[in-house]
């Protein structure tokens, strides 16, 4: 099994997090309506230091892009999102289930998935992700298919990955065989945001993921890294921002989970080895705003 861990030694685990963001008892969060003062969050959630992406590892996944720049790679990939997309898309989800027993992954080394109409030509995945916690011994892997070379080229502490066969076949139009990777991360329940945003890099996306009900009217002016930064050093944004979090998710409970969310997505980075300025930026609002919304919620007592 694959297992990714940072390149830098930065704690991700803190007592107020639980495993799995999406176990966290709802029961809690429909009665605990109070905010004590006692809730101790880390104030900024750390960058790890800058680590180079392995050419090698780009090379193994995508020969033909051996000796290329990494910036010129991601910037081909990002024109190809769609594309990209549009392949996940292809895959019928009756032959891809979303989760398989643990215990069957020593015998499901492939997966021979139907594929789906499209009205253009999509870019089909490589492999398919059979994902754990890194903490435990999980009994069922979340399986989510994925394209090597995205993941290659942008997650510098993931291991080598192994090559496709769908690489040489890339015009199927009837069925594809992906190989299984067994892939274990702090938060495979988070997994989704961060791997969205390695395709569409979409700053206003994973904001509206990691924190409910953000205007759409201020969603629509994230057009670039300067508008998410000129926020974040904007006291008045960021105060009102907070203050729609908490009317839309009211309690020290729900907003206790808002954070647990942010951090999971943030661990899966750190672990991943992602360092996009665009991300860590998106993060660092995300948990601003909660930040925000609890003192607020505090001070209110």
Same mark, same amino acid.
């Not at 997090?17 to 109070?34: C, L």
């Not at 490589?126 to 916690?133: F, G, R």
């Not at 990955?161 to 015009?171: C, E, I, K, R």
């Given at each position: ?20 963001? *999406?176990?966290? !008892? /709802?029961?809690?969060? +429909? &009665? ?6 006692? #809730?101790? @969050? ?89 994902? *754990?916690?890194? !903490? /435990?011994?999980?009994? +069922? &892997? ?6 090597? #070379?995205? @993941? ?150």
């Amino acid at each position: 099994m694959f297992q990714v861990r940072p390149a830098h030694p930065i704690q991700t685990k803190a007592f107020w997090d639980s495993e799995d963001p *999406s176990s966290a !008892s /709802s029961a809690m969060y +429909s &009665t605990q309506q109070s905010f004590p003062t006692n #809730v101790q @969050l880390p104030r900024t959630l750390q960058r790890p230091p800058y680590t180079d992406i392995p050419a090698q590892n780009v090379a193994a996944v995508a020969p033909e892009l051996a000796g290329v720049a990494i910036e010129y790679i991601r910037r081909g990939l990002r024109v190809q999102a769609n594309q990209m997309l549009a392949g996940m898309s292809a895959l019928s989800p009756s032959h891809l289930p979303s989760s398989m027993p643990r215990s069957q992954l020593q015998q499901t080394r492939s997966l021979t998935i139907p594929l789906r109409a499209t009205a253009s030509a999509p870019s089909i995945p490589t492999h398919v992700l059979a994902l *754990s916690k890194s !903490s /435990s011994h999980d009994s +069922s &892997t979340l399986l989510v298919p994925t394209h090597a #070379v995205i @993941l290659a080229s942008q997650c510098a502490s993931l291991p080598r990955l192994p090559p496709s066969a769908v690489a040489g076949h890339p015009n199927a139009t009837v069925s594809v065989t992906l190989p299984v990777l067994p892939l274990s991360i702090p938060s495979p329940a988070a997994f989704a945001p961060l791997h969205t945003f390695l395709y569409t890099h979409s700053v206003a996306q994973l904001l509206s993921t990691l924190v409910p009900a953000v205007p759409s009217s201020f969603l629509s002016t994230l057009t670039s890294s300067h508008a998410v930064r000129g926020t974040l050093s904007s006291g008045p944004a960021l105060h009102q921002l907070a203050s729609h979090l908490l009317s839309s998710a009211p309690g020290m409970g729900a907003l206790t989970n808002v954070a647990q969310n942010i951090a999971a997505v943030w661990r899966n980075a750190v672990a991943l080895g992602v360092h996009d300025p665009e991300l860590w930026d998106c993060l660092d609002l995300a948990w601003e705003i909660v930040l925000g919304a609890m003192n607020l919620g505090a001070g209110a007592q």
